[in-house]
């Protein structure tokens, strides 16, 4: 069974710049996840989607934005890129019916806006 | 609204001690309730699940957690570490039908030799 995968590992912008992270899902799972998790900080809900369509937002303007294609995978885009966006993005599926959002994560992309 | 609060952001234990990290929650309704653990330049993995049912749940690694209801706590414990343990690890907590974890803020765990 393949986990959830991410790429690329790191990557560094500059402010203003644009970035789109990307993620295939774990063998068997529809729903996936974004966080942001910043230095010292737990990981903080960015948004899901389900059957290609968001299903959720956390507290993030709409400069971050994302799509899920028919294979489950997924990306993260991020406009307008700020000095704050600096973090860990982590991406996490879970298994199609699950109600108990037991999520599987991604060991992440090391995005550094300069 | 969900939250977690883990309140000791830095535990050092000598190797063979035990250890507990605390995590104490706030929901107004029933909770399913996680601990991750991320190893440096890592991401999270799931190292054990309160999800109902027995309120004493194990890891394949010795970690254990009980869930208390009135105290509102799932705190993890380990009557032994091991090196192996440095980590940082998080609580985390989600409702029924929710589609995010809310996460606290991290406990780094150094184990001394």
């Known amino acids: 069974e393949t986990g959830v995968t991410q790429s690329p590992t790191h990557l560094i912008k500059t402010r203003g710049q644009q970035v789109t992270l990307r993620c295939s899902s774990q063998?068997?799972?529809?729903?996936v996840s974004w966080y942001q998790q910043a230095l010292g900080q737990g990981p903080q809900f960015i948004f899901q989607?389900?059957?290609?369509?968001?299903?959720g937002r956390g507290n993030f303007p709409p400069r971050f934005s994302g799509l899920q294609f028919p294979n489950y995978s997924s990306e993260l885009n991020v406009n307008a890129l700020e000095l704050d966006d600096s973090a860990l993005y982590l991406c996490?599926?879970?298994?199609?019916?699950?109600?108990?959002?037991?999520?599987?994560f991604g060991p992440g992309t090391r995005l550094t806006v300069l | 609204a969900q939250s977690v609060t883990q309140l000791d952001s830095q535990v050092p234990v000598f190797e063979e001690a035990p250890v507990e990290l605390r995590c104490n929650y706030s929901?107004?309704?029933?909770?399913?309730l996680f601990w991750y653990v991320q190893y440096p330049n890592q991401g999270l993995q799931l190292l054990l699940k309160?999800?109902?049912?027995?309120?004493l749940v194990e890891s394949i690694n010795g970690f254990e957690a009980e869930f208390n209801k009135s105290q509102t706590s799932f705190h993890l414990r380990k009557p032994s570490v091991h090196i192996s343990d440095t980590a940082e690890y998080f609580c985390?907590?989600?409702?029924?039908?929710?589609?995010?974890?809310?996460f606290g803020t991290g406990t780094r765990l150094t184990v001394i030799p």
């Open positions: 996490a599926s879970k298994r199609a019916g699950s109600s108990y959002n037991e999520q599987f």
């Open positions: 063998s068997g799972h529809n729903t």
């Open positions: 989607y389900y059957r290609e369509e968001e299903n």
């Open positions: 929901s107004s309704v029933s909770v399913y």
């Open positions: 309160y999800l109902s049912g027995s309120t």
């Open positions: 985390a907590v989600s409702v029924f039908g929710a589609n995010n974890l809310f």
